[in-house]
């Protein structure tokens, strides 16, 4: 091998090994908690809408996502925790999207918008916090009188859809 050819392939073999080692990763391999965190308390979403029951199931849906992935073990006191996540739902909201013929509505859409803060429970240190996060599920409605429970399995869709999308936003760094 010449020594040109050698020079050409000792600076590309150097210029991979700088690059390897530029501090670049990819977005969602990091994680904000610490390695030595190992259990999660879980306090209950405060409600600050006029809808009730759906601080229950987005604690409940948070908890069982948390405990599902095996990051973190979910107990029941946040007091022994050594992180605690708290949240609120701040708003509710019902409207129509879509209507039939007779001008009523056939399609609703419910949104609801939470915050949620993670924090090192000896240090009150805060790992994570989000505000104003919007999630959003549409229903047909089929029968006016049972709008409710067509709403109500709405609800468990958008405390579904928000666990996991704050789960995965604390676990891998989103």
Same mark, same amino acid.
Request: negative net charge; aromatic residues 6%; proline residues 3%.
């Given at each position: 091998?010449?020594?040109? @050819?050698?020079?050409?392939?000792? $600076? #590309?073999?150097? =210029?991979? !090994?700088? +690059?390897?080692?530029? &501090?670049?990763? /990819?977005?969602?391999?990091?994680?904000?908690?610490?390695?030595?965190?190992?259990?999660?308390?879980?306090?209950?979403?405060?409600?600050?809408?006029?809808?009730?029951?759906?601080?229950?199931?987005?604690?409940?849906?948070?908890?069982?996502?948390?405990?599902? @992935?095996?990051?973190?073990?979910? $107990? #029941?006191?946040? =007091?022994? !925790?050594? +992180?605690?996540?708290? &949240?609120?739902? /701040?708003?509710?909201?019902?409207?129509?999207?879509?209507?039939?013929?007779?001008?009523?509505?056939?399609?609703?859409?419910?949104?609801?918008?939470?915050?949620?803060?993670?924090?090192?429970?000896?240090?009150?240190?805060?790992?994570?916090?989000?505000?104003?996060?919007?999630?959003?599920?549409?229903?047909?409605?089929?029968?006016?009188?049972?709008?409710?429970?067509?709403?109500?399995?709405?609800?468990?869709?958008?405390?579904?859809?928000?666990?996991?999308?704050?789960?995965?936003?604390?676990?891998?760094?989103?």
């Amino acid at each position: 091998m010449s020594t040109a @050819r050698w020079s050409r392939v000792a $600076i #590309a073999g150097l =210029a991979c !090994a700088l +690059a390897c080692g530029c &501090g670049y990763t /990819l977005v969602g391999t990091g994680s904000v908690l610490p390695a030595n965190l190992e259990t999660l308390g879980v306090r209950p979403f405060a409600n600050r809408t006029t809808r009730p029951e759906i601080d229950q199931r987005v604690t409940e849906e948070v908890s069982r996502e948390f405990a599902k @992935r095996g990051r973190l073990k979910v $107990i #029941a006191d946040p =007091a022994q !925790a050594d +992180a605690v996540l708290d &949240g609120a739902i /701040l708003d509710f909201r019902t409207r129509p999207v879509q209507f039939n013929d007779a001008g009523r509505a056939s399609r609703v859409e419910s949104t609801v918008m939470l915050q949620a803060t993670l924090r090192v429970r000896a240090t009150d240190e805060i790992l994570w916090s989000q505000s104003q996060l919007v999630f959003r599920e549409q229903y047909d409605v089929q029968d006016e009188g049972d709008i409710t429970a067509q709403e109500s399995l709405a609800l468990d869709d958008i405390a579904r859809g928000a666990a996991g999308t704050l789960v995965t936003s604390i676990l891998e760094g989103f």
